[in-house]
Structures are given as structure tokens and as C-alpha cells.
């Protein structure tokens, strides 16, 4: 069996569990004359021995950096989190097996008539679309084998390459692709025809033409700068199964070869099979072997970024209107002074340390609490790339402080963020569908005292009891167990704003009428709420805490104006109408007289009619005016 | 108490300074006690009250509380806090009278350690009951910091539980906080120094069900504090001009890619979305009409087990729930979740929409905060969690999967277990060290304590890291050595040494990057790799270098120096070749990058004598000396010494104002290995 990468579960909707995803809290921006700044790039790493201990970890992140940096007042000298990082692109080849067997039914429910070839490509078809969103620069192609057309540089039959106009058979995906491709599953069947690959009288190896076909393509782009792979789908776990003989054996071996070719060359194959309804997709029949001459490497996908940003800006001296290079001093006003800083003299007074992650000591995982948290965290895995030794130090400790239940307390000096930071080991948690978390510590950046507010604490002056009985927790409880999430899972649902936003891009890049109704799955299920259970749990816990009649008493509170502010406010009301009685209004007002009035008085008025109290004398005056119908 | 005077001196000023720069109307009285002289008004008008001394009555910050409070005097009896307390109190009163009801804070720093006197009448309970009822009737606050290195053999340890007890009992009587640090860096950072109001962020249901509503505030719990922000200055204004703002103006301006010098206009720009290779352009107007927008609401998707929330999956900065306050119902129902949701250890999962016309939703996960303080009600905190799109599914290998070679021994494993065990920042029974609630931002606290020198001498340097602050960055060296066999055990255990064969590492690639990227305007790397390879085949002058890059940069510099197509070319090349070699220097791991950095040098060097500019380099390269000198990049200085260069002295250089002798003398300690 390979890396537990390659196993598509048939329910999953979409390829995402293949893609490494930048993140995105809010679409960025872009200038249709310029570019966006990054989304992200990754802290710089070095790795200098601190005295004690010493240790080379190799450090990605595992979710987005907050571009918001904490000195941004000098923007030029410490951004490193702001820096962009050159794209490393990604070469992905489609093989979708188009034989005839994928155009079966894949679940014996008769009536949903899904088969496997539209599961592929409507995963294709999802990946395509998150593709173009977050990686917009990686280049597919979509390749069907065991078809009756053939399309491919090489004239090789039973492949054909599935393009549309303005781009090469490898190339980045286009909205115009992604359009024709959900039509593709009639394209196919109209004119490029499905058949059995390799027959038992086939002289032609249908599998191997696609794997030379992906081959050829990925000999694009140099292997230092891009990551390549092939994906295959298919639900015949044994291409040759009809063949008999040498010509199988031959068959097999120069299939092998041609794959361990391209793995020599750089290029990952992965599997990603179908099962069969009533039977399973027996890898070690044959394809075991092909991706097992992937060995145990893991490629390590480093996340693409933006690209530059055409803005410009320019300082201006507002005494001379010179136009100024970079203004070498900043100032700050203190005790009635300005204070000048220079940019060195800010910068050396950020540098606290020397840019490396320092061991302080460690702590129960029960010290950290669930408010020491400012942004997402950083995974940190070792290496031993440049010291030799390091995986093993970071394994005894990652085992020592899972063993012991600690977390080690850092400080992580980069030079923009130095920061307190707490490294929490992670044990590696797979399921049957892959890696979940992989081995490693997280490191999780920690607030200082100045981050942290106690709003909390407040303490309120009254003798009406603040803590709940066992009874109301009792019921609380019952509450607790009917409404459980039992699966729940932190990725489970997408981003609302985010789908919508793409949709909608979507639709004006295909100049599509209607705009696409996206489901937000982020809304509670109210039909299980109201069910009987649940809601019978729910009105005990409402009657427990709030007691039987707090419906009445809540709208009896609404109507009543309660609270100081308002009484006050009445109050207020009441001496203004009485005192704007004192006042011959129209008269002042013919006479010209109001401007006269102090604003206090012109309040009164004001005040007694409730119209707004806000503005200049004038406004005031004129809002009388203006009631008085003058 | 004198011991820990000098930490409590920075702490003091530092409560003022901060006062002085973010709030600079809030006023401050500054009271000693345990000095030998007494002066109160206490004192003259009823007596008692001795050795309490009234520094400075409640008036509007000012640089001279700094000093007084950087100069602590050193007070020859024991401190009655009591005295001290009922003295501010009466300050207090006097000066404002029943206005500013919940704005007074009285803030009492003490080792609490000695005897208070007993009351005239009724007992020391009493006493603390009548000021508390005081201090409540006028809104007035109380921080209580408490501070104990270690309890010495000298403490009488019933005074100090009784102490204890009279302050503690201050704090269930009103709206006081006491607070016990031992380290001087958790005092630093033990009360909070700047008050924030506090905004919520929303008000009104936390919806279990549409049947059932709990109203609640939401506030934010950690928020970073930044820097603040410094103002452009500009000095070219002549000094003479004494209504000169020194303001600088920022203009921004788009320019097209294809004809940088064309100036877009406002209105002839439109906003566009990236979708793949397309951008989509779409008006504002046209946005507001489709763009997602949900409504303000707090809701209830299900409680789940806490352990299906790993602690990583924590997004952002967090929030904390309370009930609406005066509220009871809403405090018992948010109490009884909290208590139950403890009990079971489970979560809420929420879905939210803080305001209106948000445009976006927010799920996240809500944790109980279960109050110690009888007069405090319990409260939620809630974690932002990531959208599926947020998540970067890497593989890593598992460890187990690594060959023996890279797996500790039982040995190496007890060693490092022994490790982890040894240094304990929260032994048993002891204080916690670096509690993120008492740590300050070493970075603001040097902030303040520059901005303080520079007020009082406008030439101040910046000064090293002070020692109280030095803890948050390193390990405390006492911590170390008393773990010493443990730290030695565990490095004699294990072996690290170089990767003799590192050709180019992943990071040294990621250093690269990060250099290349430390450029303005730079093309993507393929591009310039591709331009430096045509480089090589046809001739440097062919292809126009514009900017340095990491393969070959003393020929970048040197191409760009020799560009004549415009003037900014040799003082942009002068300019990246500075920010390469300090990067260089910056990211070298045991000097890796030394010699490559003294090739940049030299070429710098060549590069000013050629185009005459000496101070150029003879700054540069004393800046770096100056920036360097005290680290391990002084070996750097070494080497450059060692090759003699040497700053360009006027014979090379009109402009230089470095005499030949003094030339050499400058970089000096090329001095003889030590060992």
C-alpha cells in the first residue's frame, strides 16, 4: 500500500484533501491596473545554535500569517511577513480513465445513476475551480485514456487531451476550461468515445500511451521550480487482467518502466481509485507497485503568493513641498515634545534577540490557557538538512513532552514579530483516509500582559446569586447531550463569503445570467432544533434559568423604559418642555431674536418637540426654524 | 522591600509614561510609605498617619513624576499599607469630592510583610470593612500588587497570612485586585499600565435556539498592542522657520505596467478581482448588490467534545463572552452552560455575524470561564476556528518512518524526558514564570524607556536590553545552572554536527527568497535566473542588470554602477549592495556567508573610491560595526580586517575625512584568536 495520500474516499465531494490551500480571511483587492500584494509567505528560519541547545528544525506554516504586522509604522524595514515569495509552481496532470467500465453505476442505488466517470470529473471540475482561486498559476492538463479518439502530440491512440481555444494542452486553467469541462462528460460520449483499452488481442497499451503522454507534457518548467504529478483515476484495479501470457508480463513491465521513468524525472504519480460496488479496489493487484516507486518521499509543496504591487508612493515635506527620499526620522510627541526617532535607532531598538527560536523551559499543557492565543499557529517539523542530529533531539522531546503532558515556552526573535511562543507537540493522527496532523509541534504565538484585556473580571455590585444551581446545570447538561456535534471536524465547512465571492467572480468571468445561489453551511440546523427532544431540553433549561413566565416579564421589561439612561433622559424632557413654556418661541423666532439664546436654551425647545439636539448654534436655530415652518 | 525597589521604580515610571503618551489628561498623586519623614494632610489635621509621605498631590502627569518615581526614596521603618491606603483615600476624597465616581483608582504596591497598626477601635476587620465601604460608595478601584522574591527566614509568617487576609478581604469587598508576583518581569507586567475601555464588539443574543435566547456582550479578550505610530518628520524646512510643521505628506499614485509614467486617475480606475489568469472587473455598486451579506446574529450550531478542537486551530485574537451585565437570568444561564459545558468538558460551536453588513461569517469555538470570585459571574471565551479554505493540509512523514539513525536511544530518551522534567517554568507549589498575563512586550517597554531617554536628551542611544527583559528572551542563567547536570547530560546524549554534504538546503533556498524578495520591484526569479543566464552567454552589457542578486552579486553591483542611463543607478546600487551585505551577515549561520560578504565589501568599497564617494562606504561600514559589534558577528570585523579593508581614506578619496593612518587603525580587533 502506498502513502496514505492516495486514497480517494468516494464520498468526498471535491479533490481539496490533495491541495495545499493559502488561506483567505478576505479576498484581496486588486487593482485592475496593478497587482495584489501577497496573501502570504513564510517566516524566515534561521537556525543558530542557541548555547544549550542546539536544533535545525525545517519550519513551514500551517495556516495564514495575519498580514497585519505589528510595527507597521516603519513599513519598509522589518515587513518580512509582508515579503513576497517567489511562486513555485505546480504541473498536475489529469489521466481519467475513460473506458467503459467508469460509465457504470457507482453505487447499486439504481436509481441515482452516478457513475464514476462523473464523480471524477465533477472532483476534477471542484478542483479546477479552488485551483484557479488559490494557485492560480499551477498549470493542469486533463487527459482521458482508453478512449476511441485519440489527441495528443505523440499520435498515440486511446489518449486524448482534453483542451479549449487560447491554451496549450499544459497550461494554467482558464474560466473557459473550467466552463467546457462540465460539459465534457457529453463531449465524450459525442466525440471522443469510450472503449476498452487494452483488449486481450490489444497490441496497444492504452495506460502506457497516457503515462508517456503526461510524461511528455510535464517536460515543461524546470523540476527545481515546479512540483509534477500525475494523477490517475480509475476504477479497474487490473489494466491487464484480460491479457494472458508474455504479452502480459511484457505489458506490465514496460508499464512499470514508463512510470518509473517519470518518477526518475522527477514527476510523483498518485492513485486515486474508484471501488466498485461490490468490490473493492484491490491495489496490490497491480498498480501497488507503480506507487510504490514513489519510496517514501514526500513532496513538500511550498505555497504560492501574489506578485507585485504597481502603486507608488511619494513623500512630500509639507514646509518646502520637496519631494523627500524615505524620511530617515519619525517622531513621536512626549511630554509635550516631539521625539525623533531614526529608522536605525527604531530598528535596533525592535532588535531584541537575535532571530532564532530560544528555549526558556516548559510548562503543563494546563498553563496554557484558551485565551493565550493572537494568530495562527506555526507548524515546525525537523530536519537534518543542515545539522545532523536534529531529527533525533526533536523526536526525544516531541516524545518526552506528549509523555509528560508539557508544552515548551520559546521565544521566537524573528525581527518583526519577536514573540513569546509555545510549542505544543502534535502526535501524528491518521484515519483510513490519510494523515490528519502530522508528527510535529505547533507553535502557537502567546499574548503578553500588554495584549491582554480583563473585561471579565468586572465585578457586579449586586446580592442576586451569580452561579448557577446544580439543578439549572443539571438541565444544562441534558442540553448539552442533545445538541451534540459528535463528528465534528475544524474544516467542516467552507466559508460562506468566500464560496459566494468566487461564485460570483465566477459567473462574470463566464458572463453567466444568473448569479449562483451558494449554501451557507455555517447555519444551524433548525429544523433538528425544533424536534421534539431537543426542543423539549431546550424549554427545561429555559424555564430552569429564566424561570416560567420570562417571555411576559422580558416584553413587560422592553416597554418599560428602565435603565439610569433613560430615566434621565424623561427627566430631561420633562423640565425642557417645562421651561420652553418660559419662551415666547414665535416672537424670538420673528424677531430674529433666537441667535440671542444661549444653546441651552435653544435645547429646550429642541428637547421639548424631540428633535435632534446636534449641530452648531446655527443648525439648532435653523431646525426651529425650519419646525416652526418659517 | 529595597531590594526589588529598582524593578518597582521602572515599573512606577512606566505606569506614568504610559499615562503620559496615551492618556495625558488622567491625573496622579504619588504617596510613599515607610519613609522616615511624614507628610499628610492626615496627619496634621487628626495625627497618626507617620511615615507616610504625600510626594506629590493628585495633578496632571508630568515628565517630574517620572523622576520622583525613578528615584524611589529608601524608607527606614516598616510600611503600614493600611496608613498609606486610608491617606489616598482621603486625597481622593478632597480632590474630587462625589464627582468622577468610577474613575479613581488608588493603586498600592507592598511586600505586606510587616505588622499594621491596630485601629483605634474595633479590629483590623473593621477597619478594612469601613474603607471598603468607602471605596465602593465613590466607585473607587484598588490594584493590590504584592511583591515576594522568596519569603525569607526574617518574614513572620502569621503577619503575612494576616496581611494577606486583610488585603484579600479588601478584594471580596470591592472592586479590588490583588495580585502576588515574585520575579521582577512578572511585576513589570502585572498591572495593567494603559487603560483601555473596553468596546464591545457585539451586544445582544446568543441564540441556542430561535425558543431560546441568552443576552450577552462580547468583548475582545487579546488584542495586540502595537507600537504606536510615529509621524513622518522631515527636516527641510530651514531651521529658522519656527512654523514649520516638519509634516510629511504621502502621496500614493497608480502608474500602469506599461508605461510607468503614466498617472491613473481616480476615476479611471476600477476595482478587479483576480480568477485565474482573468481579472474581473466590477464596480462597487454592482459588488454591494450580490456580495454576501448575512445578519447580525450570534447563533448555536451544537456542542461538541472539546477534544475534537485542537488548541492549533485557533485563528486570531480572542473573545470573551459575558452576560449582559446586570442581567441575572442572563448571568445564570450563561453560568449554568459554563459549569455544565466544565463538567462534561465540552464546547460550544458558534456561528456569528458581529454587525451588520459584515461581510463575512465567522465560526468559531466557545470555551467556559469559570469564575473563582464569588462576586465575579462566570463567562464564555471564544476562539476563532479556520473555514476549510484556510487549511493547509501538509503530509509529513511519520517520525516512526525515519530510519534508526535519527531515533533517540532509551538513553537519549530518558535524557530528554529528564530535560522536560527538570526545567520546570511552573513548579509545583511555585509561582509561574513567564505567565503570559504578567510578561510585558519587551519591544514596547524599550519604547518607553527610549522615548523617556530622548526626552531628556535628544542624542540619548538606544540602550541594551535591560536585565529584567532579558528573561523573556532567554533562558534565566540562574534557572540554567541550577539545572546544569541535566542540560550537560542531555548535550553530552546527543551529537549535532554539520551536514557536510548540505549543497542547497531548502533553507538556504528559503534565504535566498527571502533576499531576492528584499528588493523592490522585482520580477519573479525565473525571469531574472533566466537573465542572468543570458548574462553569462552573451555579455554583461547586453542585458541590463537592474538589480542584485544572490548568485552573482558583485557583478550585479558592478553592472549596475557602470549603468549610465540614468543617475539613480550608482546610489540604488550602493543602496541594495548595503542591504545585501547586511543580509548576508545577518542570516550567516558560523560565518557561512563571511566571505561572500567580504567580496560584496570590497567591491563596495572599489564602487565608492570609483564614483567618489567615500562616506558612503566608510559610514556603512561603521554602522555595521557598531550594529554587530557585541555579537558573534564581530568575527566578521575580523576577517574584514584581515583582508585589508579599511575605511577609504582621503588619499583614495577627496571627500573622505579619514586620515591614511586613521584608516587602518578603525576596524581593530584583528587581535590573535584568544583560545
Keep these: 500500500m502506498g502513502p496514505a495520500q492516495s486514497v480517494l474516499n468516494l464520498h468526498l465531494p471535491s479533490l481539496l484533501i490533495y491541495s495545499f490551500t493559502p488561506p483567505f480571511f478576505n479576498p484581496d483587492f486588486h487593482k485592475l491596473l496593478s497587482h495584489s500584494s501577497p496573501l502570504f509567505s513564510s517566516p524566515n528560519f534561521p537556525s543558530k545554535p542557541s548555547p544549550s541547545l542546539s536544533l535545525s528544525l525545517s519550519l513551514s506554516t500551517a495556516m495564514d500569517i495575519d498580514p497585519e504586522d505589528l510595527f507597521r509604522d516603519s513599513d519598509n524595514s522589518d515587513d518580512e511577513f509582508l515579503q513576497e515569495r517567489e511562486p513555485s509552481k505546480e504541473f498536475v496532470v489529469y489521466l481519467v480513465d475513460a473506458s467503459p467500465k467508469m460509465f457504470l453505476p457507482a453505487s447499486k442505488d439504481v436509481g441515482k445513476g452516478k457513475t464514476h466517470f462523473h464523480v471524477a470529473i465533477s472532483c476534477i471540475s471542484q478542483s479546477l475551480k479552488t485551483q484557479i482561486i488559490n494557485r492560480s498559476y499551477d498549470e493542469v492538463s486533463i487527459c482521458f485514456f482508453n478512449t476511441r479518439e485519440k489527441k495528443n502530440l505523440q499520435d498515440l491512440s486511446g489518449v486524448y487531451v482534453f483542451d479549449v481555444m487560447d491554451r496549450e494542452f499544459l497550461d494554467r486553467p482558464t474560466a473557459r476550461l473550467i466552463k467546457e469541462f462540465d460539459n465534457v462528460e457529453e463531449t465524450l460520449m459525442k466525440e471522443i468515445g469510450s472503449q476498452y483499452g487494452i483488449n486481450a488481442d490489444a497490441r496497444e497499451n492504452s495506460l502506457y500511451n497516457a503515462l508517456w503522454v503526461a510524461q511528455a507534457l510535464l517536460r515543461k518548467g524546470s523540476i527545481k521550480t515546479s512540483a509534477k504529478r500525475m494523477l490517475m483515476i480509475t476504477n479497474e484495479d487490473d489494466p491487464f487482467g484480460k491479457i494472458v501470457g508474455a504479452a502480459k508480463s511484457d505489458m506490465i513491465r514496460t508499464t512499470l518502466q514508463r512510470a518509473k521513468d517519470a518518477q526518475d524525472l522527477g514527476i510523483s504519480f498518485e492513485l486515486l481509485p474508484l471501488s466498485m460496488p461490490d468490490d473493492e479496489f484491490n491495489v496490490s493487484i497491480f498498480y501497488a507497485d507503480m506507487i510504490g516507486l514513489e519510496g517514501n518521499e514526500v513532496t513538500q509543496f511550498l505555497p504560492s503568493a501574489g506578485e507585485k504591487l504597481q502603486s507608488e508612493r511619494s513623500f512630500i515635506c509639507a514646509d518646502t513641498g520637496a519631494l523627500l527620499q524615505e524620511p530617515a526620522k519619525l517622531v513621536f510627541p512626549y511630554k509635550s515634545k516631539d521625539i525623533k526617532f531614526s529608522t536605525k535607532e527604531l530598528s535596533e531598538l525592535k532588535r531584541v534577540s537575535s532571530g532564532h527560536l530560544r528555549l526558556l523551559g516548559f510548562k503543563p499543557l494546563s498553563c496554557l490557557k484558551d485565551y493565550h492565543n493572537l494568530r495562527p499557529s506555526t507548524f515546525i517539523f525537523p530536519s537534518d538538512e543542515e545539522l545532523i542530529g536534529s531529527t533525533r533531539i526533536f523526536i526525544a522531546l516531541h516524545r518526552s513532552m506528549l509523555r509528560l503532558g508539557r508544552f515548551a515556552l520559546a521565544f521566537y526573535g524573528s525581527s518583526s514579530h ?213 | 522591600m529595597h531590594g526589588v525597589l529598582p524593578e ?182 502585572a498591572v495593567r499600565t494603559r487603560n483601555i475601555s473596553p468596546v464591545t464588539i457585539y451586544r445582544g443574543d446568543l441564540e441556542l435556539s430561535p425558543a431560546m435566547k441568552i443576552k450577552v456582550w462580547v468583548y475582545k479578550k487579546t488584542s495586540q498592542e502595537r507600537l504606536p505610530t510615529l509621524k513622518k518628520y522631515s527636516d527641510k ?71 475534537n478542537i485542537m488548541r492549533h486551530y485557533y485563528m486570531k485574537e480572542v473573545n470573551v463572552f459575558i452576560p449582559e451585565p446586570g442581567n441575572s437570568k442572563a448571568i445564570l444561564a450563561v453560568s449554568a452552560l459554563a459549569r455544565a459545558m466544565k463538567e462534561m468538558n465540552k464546547v460550544a460551536i458558534l456561528r456569528c455575524v458581529w454587525r451588520n453588513g459584515q461581510g463575512s461569517v465567522v465560526v468559531g469555538v466557545l470555551s467556559p470561564n469559570i469564575s473563582s470570585q464569588e462576586n465575579i459571574p462566570d463567562s464564555f471565551y471564544f476562539n476563532v476556528l479556520p473555514f476549510a479554505e484556510d487549511i493547509r493540509e501538509f503530509q509529513f512523514p511519520s517520525f516512526s518512518s525515519f530510519p534508526s539513525s535519527q531515533q533517540p536511544t532509551v538513553e537519549q530518551q530518558e535524557a530528554a524526558d529528564n530535560l522536560v522534567k527538570m526545567l520546570d517554568l511552573k513548579p509545583s507549589g511555585g509561582e509561574e514564570a513567564l505567565l503570559p498575563d504578567f510578561t510585558p512586550n519587551p519591544i514596547l517597554m524599550r519604547f518607553y524607556h527610549v522615548l523617556e531617554l530622548k526626552s531628556r536628551n535628544p542624542d540619548a542611544d538606544v540602550p541594551p536590553v535591560d536585565r529584567c527583559l532579558k528573561r523573556i528572551l532567554e533562558p534565566d542563567s540562574e534557572f540554567l545552572s541550577q539545572n546544569k547536570p541535566t542540560i550537560d547530560r542531555f548535550g553530552s546524549q546527543f551529537e549535532l554536527k554539520e551536514n557536510p554534504k548540505k549543497k542547497k538546503s531548502s533553507k538556504r533556498h528559503w534565504r535566498d527568497r ?114 554587530w559589534k557585541n555579537t558573534d558577528l564581530v568575527s566578521f570585523f575580523e576577517l574584514v580586517s584581515s583582508k585589508n579593508i579599511t575605511l577609504i581614506s582621503k588619499t583614495e578619496a577627496e571627500d573622505s575625512d579619514i586620515m591614511d593612518d586613521k584608516a587602518k587603525i578603525f576596524l581593530p580587533k584583528s587581535k590573535p584568536s584568544s583560545q
Design chain 1, 418 to 630: 519577536p514573540q513569546m511562543v509555545a510549542l505544543v507537540a502534535q502526535e501524528e493522527i491518521t484515519s483510513s483516509s490519510g494523515q490528519v496532523e502530522p508528527p510535529g509541534m505547533h507553535m502557537i504565538y502567546l499574548p503578553y500582559s500588554d495584549d491582554i484585556r480583563h473585561v471579565e473580571e468586572a465585578r457586579v455590585d449586586n446580592d442576586a446569586a451569580l452561579w448557577a444551581t446544580e439543578d439549572q446545570i443539571k438541565k444544562a447538561s441534558v442540553l448539552l447531550k442533545r445538541i451534540n456535534l459528535k463528528e465534528f471536524s475544524v474544516c467542516q465547512f467552507a466559508n460562506p463569503a468566500l464560496q459566494r465571492h468566487y461564485g460570483i467572480l465566477q459567473a462574470l468571468a463566464l458572463d453567466e445570467d444568473e448569479m449562483p445561489e451558494i449554501k451557507d453551511e455555517t447555519l444551524p440546523d433548525e429544523e433538528a432544533l425544533s424536534r421534539p427532544g431537543i426542543a423539549n431540553a431546550i424549554e427545561e433549561f429555559k424555564v430552569a434559568v429564566y424561570g416560567e413566565n420570562y417571555e411576559e416579564e422580558s416584553k413587560a421589561a422592553a416597554t418599560k423604559t428602565s435603565g439610569p439612561a433613560a430615566k434621565k433622559r424623561k427627566v430631561m424632557a420633562e423640565t425642557a418642555v417645562k421651561e420652553c413654556a418660559n419662551y415666547d418661541w414665535p416672537d424670538l423666532a420673528e424677531n430674529g431674536k433666537l441667535k440671542e439664546r444661549t444653546v441651552v436654551e435653544l435645547k429646550f425647545y429642541l428637547t421639548a418637540h424631540s428633535l435632534p439636539v446636534s449641530g452648531k448654534k446655527e443648525d439648532l436655530i435653523s431646525r426651529i426654524l425650519t419646525h416652526m415652518g418659517k
Design chain 2, 8 to 189: 518597582i521604580e521602572t515599573f512606577c515610571s512606566m505606569l506614568v509614561q504610559k499615562k503620559l503618551i496615551y492618556s495625558k489628561t488622567d491625573e496622579v498623586g504619588i504617596v510613599f510609605f515607610g519613609t522616615e519623614d511624614t507628610n499628610n494632610e492626615l496627619e496634621v489635621e487628626v495625627g497618626g498617619y507617620e511615615h507616610v509621605f504625600v510626594q506629590r498631590k493628585i495633578e496632571v502627569v508630568n515628565g517630574h513624576m517620572v523622576e520622583d518615581l525613578q528615584n524611589l526614596p529608601r524608607g527606614t521603618t516598616f510600611g503600614d499599607f493600611m496608613d498609606a491606603i486610608v491617606v489616598g483615600m482621603d486625597m481622593l476624597i478632597k480632590k474630587y469630592g462625589p464627582t468622577n465616581k468610577g474613575k479613581q483608582r488608588l493603586c498600592l504596591i507592598t511586600d505586606a510583610r510587616h505588622p499594621i497598626k491596630d485601629p483605634d477601635e474595633g479590629t483590623k476587620e473593621d477597619q478594612v470593612d469601613t474603607i471598603s465601604s468607602m471605596m465602593k460608595a465613590r466607585g473607587v478601584r484598588m490594584d493590590c500588587l504584592i511583591v515576594r522574591e522568596k519569603l525569607d527566614g526574617n518574614a513572620n509568617k502569621s503577619i503575612v497570612d494576616e496581611n494577606d487576609r486583610l488585603l484579600n478581604h479588601f478584594s471580596s469587598r470591592t472592586f479590588a485586585k490583588t495580585i502576588y508576583v515574585g520575579r521582577s518581569t512578572s511585576l513589570l507586567g
Design chain 2, 237 to 307: 524646512a530651514p531651521p529658522t522657520d519656527k512654523f514649520a510643521t516638519h509634516e510629511v505628506k504621502v502621496d500614493f499614485e497608480y502608474k500602469s505596467i506599461e508605461d510607468p509614467n503614466k498617472v491613473v486617475p481616480p476615476e479611471q480606475r476600477i476595482k478587479g478581482y483576480r480568477y485565474g489568469p482573468q481579472v474581473v472587473p466590477i464596480s462597487l455598486n454592482e459588488w454591494e448588490a450580490v456580495r454576501f451579506k448575512p445578519d447580525k446574529s450570534v447563533k448555536l450550531l451544537g456542542f461538541t467534545d472539546a477534544s
Design chain 2, 514 to 627: 527571502q533576499l531576492t524578495s528584499n528588493e523592490d520591484g522585482e520580477t519573479a526569479k525565473d525571469d531574472r535566473s533566466e537573465i542572468r543566464n543570458s548574462n553569462v552567454t552573451n555579455d554583461s552589457s547586453a542585458v541590463k542588470v537592474d538589480k542584485i542578486g544572490n548568485s552573482t552579486p558583485v557583478q550585479d553591483f558592478n553592472a549596475m554602477m557602470a549603468r549610465r542611463d540614468s543617475p539613480e543607478w550608482v546610489s540604488r546600487a550602493l543602496r541594495e549592495m548595503k542591504n545585501y551585505i547586511n543580509d548576508i551577515l545577518e542570516n550567516s549561520y558560523e560565518g557561512d556567508t563571511f566571505l561572500k560578504a567580504v567580496d560584496c565589501l570590497e567591491a563596495l568599497r572599489r564602487g565608492c573610491i570609483l564614483e567618489q564617494e567615500p562616506k558612503e562606504f566608510n559610514q556603512f561600514l561603521f554602522d555595521l560595526y557598531e550594529k
